[in-house]
């Protein structure tokens, strides 16, 4: 019995990954390093200090020097997020949250950004969300299943009863280490390990998702 619905965010509600790309350029830029969009796609769900990990290629830096620049970098990503608005939720989200408030199931957002309270803020979707786990919870970061089990735990509900909805071949992974069912957004090639698979949310609806998961 499927009784909630966790979210991810960026690449599953909105496309906060071109500002995490412009960001994280600019910062390699005055490192001179090389970043191409290629370089940014692995970086898809994956934490800030992983993220930082995978620019700087290898190059040695102290602990400090680590943290002033992801420091920097969120400085240049909030620029661009304190810009969002409800117009960049993705097609499909809203219409699906709404469905899912009128149907009373329980939705979460269940992202590895620590930015995600003030993005879910942006696009004006606080009210149709029940609980935002985000990358600052003291848990591992994905593929673990740390943030999906806090989740249902906040929900108070048996993991068995939630299905995730994910961009990241690493959040599918976490899913299915927390128990739960997956519905994998974009190409086979990433997230072809979902229960089920779909190019996005525009024109998905709840009672078409229950029957293709049951
Ligand atoms: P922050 P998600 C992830 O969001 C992004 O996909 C990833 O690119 C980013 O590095 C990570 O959040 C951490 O973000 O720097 O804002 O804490 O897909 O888990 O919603
Ligand atoms: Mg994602």
């Not at 995490?20 to 191409?36: C, D, I, P, T, V």
């Amino acid at each position: 019995m499927i009784r909630a619905f966790l979210f991810d965010l960026d690449g599953v509600l909105t496309d906060t990954s071109e500002f995490h790309y412009q960001a994280w350029k600019r910062l390699a830029e005055e490192l001179g390093l090389s970043f191409s969009r290629e370089d940014n796609e692995a970086l898809r769900g994956v934490s800030r200090r992983q993220s930082l990990a995978l620019l700087l290629k290898g190059r040695p830096v102290s602990e400090a020097e680590a943290e002033q620049m992801m420091e920097r970098k969120n400085r240049y990503y909030l620029e661009q997020v304190r810009q969002m608005q409800p117009g960049d939720l993705l097609p499909g989200a809203a219409d699906l949250l709404g469905e899912l408030r009128s149907a009373n199931l329980r939705t979460a957002i269940v992202s590895s950004s620590k930015n995600a309270p003030l993005v879910v803020e942006r696009l004006g979707i606080a009210e149709l969300v029940d609980w935002i786990v985000d990358g600052n919870a003291p848990a591992r970061s994905k593929p673990a299943p740390d943030l999906f089990l806090l989740a249902a735990e906040k929900l108070h509900l048996p993991p068995n009863a939630c299905v995730v909805v994910e961009d990241a071949a690493a959040g599918i992974e976490a899913a299915h280490a927390a128990g739960m069912r997956a519905i994998g957004l974009g190409p086979h090639e990433r997230v072809g390990a979902a229960d089920l698979v779909l190019p996005n949310l525009h024109g998905v609806h709840l009672n078409t998702l229950l029957e293709q998961l049951r």
